[in-house]
């Protein structure tokens, strides 16, 4: 099976520069997804990554390494918005075209001020 | 472009009644997903559809939850009957069809309804 490591909870003031990281025993995988979710809220997609390297959206970066099998998020310039839950997903092939996501635990941000 | 939506927001039911939660996906969207998602995890599939077909429902508890998706476009997910443990946010997500090896399979998520039972 698949299984996505992460920290439960990561702390950080704002205008820091937080990483989360994502740890995966998983092969035969299309890419490594971050979504972000405020509570109460829809899970909403931050970014991807098919290759391994960086990514970069705006204040968010993420990175992938297949050989380590490991990859992270990156927040930079941190917001009080960002406070939210961040998730690392794996796609996975179905048969055909079909493609599926295996999620993480989840890391809780909390931003202070 | 409206978004995937997701009713009803809220359900509170005792143990061993029913319940139904409807999701209507982004339109043209082909792929539609089901997801529970107890509190402090991650959401974790239950039921994946593409078109009307199912695609892969291995994950769903078909001794008390069932899921269709007629004419390809709206689903309902339903559990019958309910246990304590089947408290969580259920939700639904939408996706396009892409040719394999495509950079991203982005899902929209819907707002979820959030069950409680008693």
């Known amino acids: 099976g698949q299984s996505l490591e992460q920290p439960s909870e990561v702390t950080a003031v704002e205008g820091a520069i937080v990483q989360i990281n994502c740890t995966y025993q998983?092969?035969?995988?299309?890419?490594l997804s971050w979504y972000q979710q405020h509570d109460g809220g829809a899970p909403t997609f931050l970014s991807y990554?098919?290759?391994?390297g960086l990514e970069e959206t705006g204040r968010f970066s993420s990175f992938l390494s297949r050989s380590d099998s490991y990859g992270y998020l990156l927040l930079q310039e941190l917001q009080m918005k960002d406070s939210a839950s961040y998730f690392c997903?794996?796609?996975?092939?179905?048969?055909?075209?079909?493609?599926?996501?295996?999620f993480g635990s989840g890391t809780q941000l909390t931003v202070l001020p | 472009e409206a978004g995937v939506a997701q009713s009803p927001r809220y359900k509170i039911i005792e143990k061993r009644q029913s319940v139904a939660f409807w999701c209507n996906p982004i339109?043209?969207?082909?792929?539609l997903y089901w997801y529970q998602q107890i509190l402090g995890q991650g959401p974790k599939l239950l039921i994946q559809f593409q078109n009307n077909g199912v695609v892969d429902d291995s994950q769903l508890p078909k001794d008390r939850f069932s899921a269709e998706r007629l004419k390809g476009v709206d689903s309902t997910l339903k559990i019958q009957p309910a246990k304590l443990e089947d408290s969580a946010v259920y939700l639904c997500a939408s996706s396009l069809v892409l040719p394999s090896g495509s950079r991203a399979d982005t899902q929209y998520f819907g707002p979820g309804t959030r069950l409680t039972v008693l």
């Open positions: 339109s043209g969207h082909a792929t």
């Open positions: 990554n098919a290759l391994d």
């Open positions: 997903a794996v796609t996975l092939p179905l048969r055909g075209s079909a493609r599926q996501l295996t």
């Open positions: 998983t092969s035969g995988f299309y890419g």
